[in-house]
């Protein structure tokens, strides 16, 4: 088969997520805040990858949730292009793609939409095993490959171990999706024994330990002693601090907070990094947003 260097065309994708709705893959819906959050993405990738080619390194795109690539604008139907396939359009390009996604339909859709690109590399499983056990190790500083690494799951899917090594690693940066709204649906509720053990066990394996009860509930000021949740804005800062002190890596800016249409928290984006530099050009994009209003 001859590689092409290029996407399929508008027309061609179109064509192709119809035949995919026929096949019955579900496409996600997606918002305003998401389609931002893929913008904020696809500006970061850009600079990513002129800075290290402009250095002699190989930037590398992974996505451990990577979905079908294609999603649907819930507001008008149309089809929105997701992290993936923006990423393919960088310029100057990453030198290899590693998408990984859980649901075989979604890895099969991903398969078509690359097909004959031998720079992406799609995988069907957990996330959390591929890319500790298959990934993260081809991300070698001695062989001057640097790793753009996009951690989105739909909930408390991830287990900190992932974040771990990839601090650990010092070649990989994260933008990572902090999943509010299922911590607060399953975990974090107002009579905290209410949580089943299968969500505490996910919301342990996310957090790292137990410690998320001491920040989560609050009996401070309480007259009868009763733990009151504590907002969100305060579980999301002591996640950070965790970023930093147990993951070990060196910057993490305040995360960005991603709402939906009635501007519920739905989760919070956060970055991290090893390099200075990352930082300075994340919270570069974040200030333009926000001058905007977009954030």
């Not at 290029?6 to 893959?25: F, I, T």
């Not at 299922?182 to 089943?196: F, I």
């Amino acid at each position: 088969m001859e590689t092409s260097a290029h996407l399929p065309s508008e027309a061609q994708n179109v064509g192709s997520m119809k035949s995919e709705s026929r096949r019955h893959l579900k496409l996600d819906e997606i918002g305003e805040w998401s389609e931002l959050k893929l913008d904020i993405l696809k500006k970061y990738a850009g600079a990513y990858c002129t800075i290290l080619k402009a250095r002699n390194l190989h930037p590398i795109y992974i996505d451990g949730f990577a979905g079908a690539g294609t999603h649907i604008r819930k507001r008008t139907g149309e089809l929105v292009k997701g992290s993936p396939l923006n990423a393919l359009e960088i310029q100057p390009p990453f030198d290899e793609l590693h998408l990984i996604d859980i649901d075989q339909n979604k890895v099969d859709a991903l398969k078509r939409q690359t097909a004959g690109m031998k720079q992406v590399h799609v995988y069907a499983g957990d996330a959390n095993e591929i890319l500790q056990d298959k990934v993260f190790p081809m991300v070698k500083y001695e062989d001057f490959r640097r790793g753009l690494c996009i951690l989105d799951p739909y909930g408390l899917h991830l287990h900190c171990t992932v974040i771990a090594d990839a601090a650990k690693r010092g070649t990989v940066e994260i933008f990572l999706n902090f999943p509010t709204l299922d911590m607060n649906r399953n975990v974090l509720l107002w009579t905290p024994e209410n949580a089943s053990p299968e969500d505490i066990e996910r919301m342990n394996a996310f957090w790292g330990d137990g410690s998320w009860r001491d920040v989560a509930y609050s009996t401070t000021g309480n007259l009868f002693g009763w733990p009151e949740k504590q907002p969100n804005d305060v579980i999301a800062e002591a996640f950070r601090e965790r970023l930093q002190k147990v993951a070990g890596f060196k910057y993490v800016p305040e995360p960005v907070r991603m709402r939906n249409s009635t501007s519920a928290i739905l989760y919070y984006l956060f970055f991290a990094a090893q390099k200075e530099t990352a930082e300075n050009i994340v919270v570069d994009i974040l200030s333009k947003y926000r001058k905007q209003g977009a954030l």
